[in-house]
Every structure is written in C-alpha cells, then in structure tokens.
Nanobody, 120 residues
Framework: VQLQASGGGLVQPGDSLRLSCSVS?????????MGWYRQASGKQRELVAD???????TYRDSVKGRFTISRDNAKNTVYLQMNSLKPEDTAVYYC??????????????WGQGTLVTVSS
C-alpha cells in the first residue's frame, strides 16, 4: 500500500493550491479516515484536516474557512483545497490514511510529503 501526494509549490499570500493524495497498491480492502498534516521547519507535525469515510470533516482552527478537505472514495483519493494562503501555512504537508488490510487489521499509512511555500 502506498500513498502518493502531489500539488505543493511556491505561491504568494492570498493564492490557492490544491493538494491530492491517492492510495494505491494491493492487499487492502478499505480506506477509512484520511487526513492532511503539516510540519513547519522546527515545529511538530500537526493535524490540518481530516475526513471520515462517510464525509465528516474536522479542521484546525487556523484553517477553518480557508481550507476544504474532500475525498473521492471510488478513487481512494483525498484532496485539500487551500485558499487565501498565508505565510504561516508554509510547511511540508503529509497525507495520512487509515487502511483496512485484507487480513482485517487497520494500519495508518503516510504519504511522502509535499512542500507548500507561501511567500511574496
């Protein structure tokens, strides 16, 4: 099982970016909660937003109203639409998914990280 993230880049304050993360591989029978975390230089990794398989979402306070998490269950893909980006959003963004393996256990998997830089 692999998670492949994409969509990061260098943008100016106020701009938008859309991150994507897809689950691929074999040996799993379901994708449960999916989420996005970020880690700024010198800081701990923090949850940005997550979404259950049924579509229930949560956000950290600092991104509410600016970021939107969504998913396409048919494609095993999670998205993060980021609008009105601020310099403090600069970080490496990681996707995470709780995956039910074929043998029935749930494991957490991480994507490789994609860098988002917000700077003028």
């Amino acid at each position: 099982v692999q998670l492949q993230a994409s969509g990061g880049g260098l943008v100016q304050p106020g701009d938008s970016l859309r991150l994507s993360c897809s689950v691929s591989g074999s040996g799993f029978r379901g994708v449960n909660a999916m989420g996005w975390y970020r880690q700024a230089s010198g800081k701990q990794r923090e949850l940005v937003a997550d979404i259950t398989s049924g579509g229930t979402t949560t956000y950290r306070d600092s991104v509410k109203g600016r970021f939107t998490i969504s998913r396409d269950n048919a494609k095993n893909t999670v998205y993060l639409q980021m609008n009105s980006l601020k310099p403090e959003d600069t970080a490496v963004y990681y996707c995470n998914a709780i995956i039910t393996l074929s043998r029935g256990i749930d494991l957490a998997y991480w994507g490789q990280g994609t860098l988002v830089t917000v700077s003028s």
